[in-house]
T-cell receptor, first 112, second 116 residues
Framework: KQEVTQIPAALSVPEGENLVLNCSFT??????LQWFRQDPGKGLTSLLL?????REQTSGRLNASLDKSSGRSTLYIAASQPGDSATYLC???????????FGTGTRLQVFP | GAVVSQHPSRVICKSGTSVKIECRSL??????MFWYRQFPKQSLMLMAT?????????EQGVEKDKFLINHASLTLSTLTVTSAHPEDSSFYIC????????????FGPGTRLTVT
């Protein structure tokens, strides 16, 4: 059974800092991994999708890496802004089930 | 990217009544959709997999007679919470994967259910 852990659970930083959010998963038989953002009371916004054959993906100030064999993914946020404040969720998609299993999330607050 | 809608966005109902939530893929077809629920300050918990033209597959611990799922077309799945109780109050979110090699999942905006 896939289990997903995200560290840290919460993070509060001043604007401008570069951030690292960590995601670990127990079942490495995945076809991809998605990173999402969720604002309070809202649905999920897809940020990045990494295929299992890829090592990283970049979109603007966001960069996600994937080390499938060790069951880890990292989301880098460069030059953080107050608008980045949200909960960030990672979700690997398992070959065995086609399902996304979500991590516990990292709650990020960026203050001016 | 692909768009998934949900309706209603918010609903308040009385205890004992039933509530239907719709999930639509607006610009793509989805033979499979997923239903999640989320309690405050917690992550998403997968409830069931909705399969077009066949029965839904429920996760362990989810009451299939209470949470009825119907996937009648390639663009619509519905979740009906039957005989709702206050403990069913939650945020319900659906998702649908696009077909092809990427199999990327897109999420609806969610439905806030409050049972009084």
């Amino acid at each position: 059974k896939q289990e997903v852990t995200q560290i840290p659970a919460a993070l509060s930083v001043p604007e401008g800092e570069n951030l690292v959010l960590n995601c670990s998963f127990t079942d490495s038989a995945i076809y991809n991994l998605q990173w999402f953002r969720q604002d309070p009371g809202k649905g999920l916004t897809s940020l990045l999708l990494i295929q299992s054959s890829q090592r990283e993906q970049t979109s603007g100030r966001l960069n996600a890496s994937l080390d499938k064999s060790s069951g880890r993914s990292t989301l880098y946020i460069a030059a953080s802004q107050p608008g980045d404040s949200a909960t960030y969720l990672c979700a690997p998609g398992s070959y065995n089930t086609d399902k996304l299993i979500f991590g516990t999330g990292t709650r990020l607050q960026v203050f001016p | 990217g692909a768009v998934v809608s949900q309706h209603p966005s918010r609903v308040i109902c009385k205890s004992g009544t039933s509530v239907k939530i719709e999930c639509r893929s607006l610009d793509f077809q989805a033979t499979t959709m997923f239903w999640y629920r989320q309690f405050p300050k917690q992550s998403l918990m997968l409830m069931a997999t909705s399969n077009e033209g066949s029965k839904a597959t429920y996760e362990q611990g989810v009451e299939k007679d209470k949470f009825l799922i119907n996937h009648a077309s390639l663009t619509l799945s519905t979740l009906t919470v039957t005989s709702a109780h206050p403990e069913d109050s939650s945020f319900y979110i659906c998702s649908a994967p696009t077909s092809g090699s990427t199999y990327e999942q897109y999420f609806g905006p969610g439905t806030r259910l409050t049972v009084t």
